[in-house]
């Protein structure tokens, strides 16, 4: 269960000192959880992919401190949900060395969401963020996201990849664990340390979780391999079946193999139910709404194909192959309402259908998948 906010305010940072100096030593800030022996996208490929907010989610802003200007937006692109802002240390959770009473004057030894034996996080052995409560800003389940959603952080040069595990007060934003802070490098100490300014990226992978929580093996392999599909554009469902050969219209009260299609492109759990229920259905509504379709809560050819469609919108043509092509092909299937093979490979059925696409909505008929025929697959026409 969610815990109150904490009443603190966000710190003031200093510059490092000898004891963070003599901590990072102690801590031994190394070995194959080190955010830079990371696999997956580097920190550029990761900050160039979340440079822009495609779609921003939240009403209004966040400070990055009580009180500060409200400058950060919670924002959509693909399927991930990223802010960029400072970066404050949780120390809450189990008690330990390095997060204690004496360490931290905020210190509850409580978090949101607990290990899998029922004992709080602890904040100095499992990197994790913090996502503000939900209030009229934001409010993140309906993005799909909840406690071990899987992050990506970035920092300067280095990623390190984490699980939500704590929420904070409902107007400020950008914290993260006591052990995430090391593996970026950041100064650890949490009365004293953190990074001030919009510096550190956070990039939440919605329906992308660890099991449990507390595994971060689990949240490394998972992290790694979501943040390469972000980066290269291409849908993360894990061992979800997007493949049909046609898309049925599902609506509240429908069940199975296409519910469970719909559901992870919606971004919900990380095992979808396969049972439309009113969450579903709350899903739907907010998704057609960003995208400019009527927002009645049923999945049709419309959203199925603005669902299986979004994404980067790279250039593609006859001869182009790869998993861009095959969400390319899944949303001509669902536009169209006959199958298009998906097999990544741009060969003249796909050709096709493309050309097909591009007449029906009034398009440059040329075959070529660029830009407008993307934005308008996108947007479900």
Not at 16 to 43: D, K, S
Not at 187 to 207: D, E, K, Q
Not at 219 to 245: E, H
Not at 373 to 380: E, F, R, V
């Amino acid at each position: 269960m969610q815990q109150p906010p904490r009443s603190r305010t966000k710190r003031n940072r200093i510059l490092y000192c000898l004891l963070f100096a003599t901590t990072l030593l102690l801590a031994g800030v190394t070995g194959p959880a080190q955010a830079a022996e990371l696999a997956g996208p580097t920190a550029q490929q990761l900050k160039d992919k979340t440079a822009g907010c495609e779609t921003q989610l939240s009403n209004g802003k966040y400070a990055h401190d009580s009180g500060g200007s409200r400058t950060v937006a919670v924002c959509k692109t693909g399927g991930a949900v990223h802010w960029t802002a400072d970066f404050d240390v949780d120390c809450d959770g189990q008690r330990t060395t390095q997060c204690n009473e004496n360490t931290d004057p905020s210190f509850q030894p409580a978090t949101s969401w607990t290990q899998s034996d029922g004992r709080p996080l602890n904040s100095a052995g499992l990197p994790f963020i913090v996502v503000p409560l939900s209030s009229s800003i934001w409010n993140y389940q309906t993005a799909g996201i909840a406690g071990a959603t899987i992050a990506a952080v970035v920092y300067q040069d280095k990623v390190a990849y984490a699980v939500v595990g704590d929420s904070g007060p409902t107007g400020i934003i950008g914290e993260g664990s006591y052990k995430l802070a090391q593996q970026l490098g950041i100064n650890p100490n949490p009365s004293s340390g953190g990074v001030s300014g919009a510096v550190v990226t956070y990039i939440l992978f919605p329906g992308v979780k660890s099991v449990p929580i507390e595994n971060q093996t689990d949240a490394l392999s998972k992290g790694q391999a979501a943040a390469s599909s972000f980066v290269n554009g291409t849908q993360t469902c894990g061992a979800t079946n997007l493949d049909f050969t046609s898309y049925p219209t599902v609506q509240e009260g429908s069940t199975g193999a296409a519910v469970k299609a719909a559901q992870c492109l919606l971004g919900g759990t990380s095992e979808p139910s396969g049972t439309f229920d009113t969450a579903t259905t709350d899903a739907v509504k907010a998704f057609q709404t960003r995208v400019g379709l009527p927002s009645d809560g049923v999945v049709g050819a419309g959203t199925w194909t603005a669902l299986l469609a979004a994404g980067d919108k790279p250039t593609l043509r006859s001869g182009s192959t790869g998993t861009a092509v095959g969400r390319l092909q899944r949303s001509l299937t669902a536009a169209l309402g006959r199958t298009v093979g998906i097999d990544g490979q741009f060969g003249p059925v796909t050709d096709t259908a493309a050309r097909d696409y591009q007449r029906t909505r009034q398009l440059a008929v040329d075959g070529v998948v660029g830009p407008a025929t993307w934005t308008a697959l996108q947007s479900g026409r």
